[in-house]
Nanobody, 124 residues
């Protein structure tokens, strides 16, 4: 399908907000299920959030705790992850992923395409 490109990461303080963006090839967001995963140093990659082509969203409640929102803009073929009230434990590389149309999945092997990741660092 092509390249997924994440952006928007950076160094912030605890309590700050960030919005990550995932730019995709044209029409990808319209047809694919899109997700965000993250991987902290020394830890396995974990599911954060996903959104289906029809806008159904799912979250890893243990991670998000009501602080993150996944959304998409079909015209811009971009997926977003709005992250509020960031905590030091949110520090990780955040990855965008795309899967064939279907219900959002929390399983990384369900996703066929991945971006290179964007670093998010939250200082205390």
């Amino acid at each position: 399908q092509g390249q997924l490109v994440e952006s928007g990461g950076g160094l912030v303080q605890a309590g700050d907000s960030l919005r990550l963006s995932c730019s995709t090839p044209p029409r990808t967001v319209m047809w694919y299920t899109m997700a965000w995963f993250r991987q902290a140093p020394g830890k396995e990659r974990e599911f954060v959030a996903a959104i289906s082509r029809v806008g159904s969203a799912s979250y890893n409640d243990d991670v998000v705790k009501g602080r993150f929102t996944v959304s998409r803009d079909n015209r811009k073929s971009t997926v977003y992850l709005q992250m509020n009230s960031l905590r030091p434990e949110d520090t990780a590389v955040y990855y965008c992923a795309a899967a064939q149309p279907g219900a959002p999945s929390a399983v990384s092997s369900s996703y066929d395409h991945w971006g290179q990741g964007t670093q998010v660092t939250v200082s205390s």
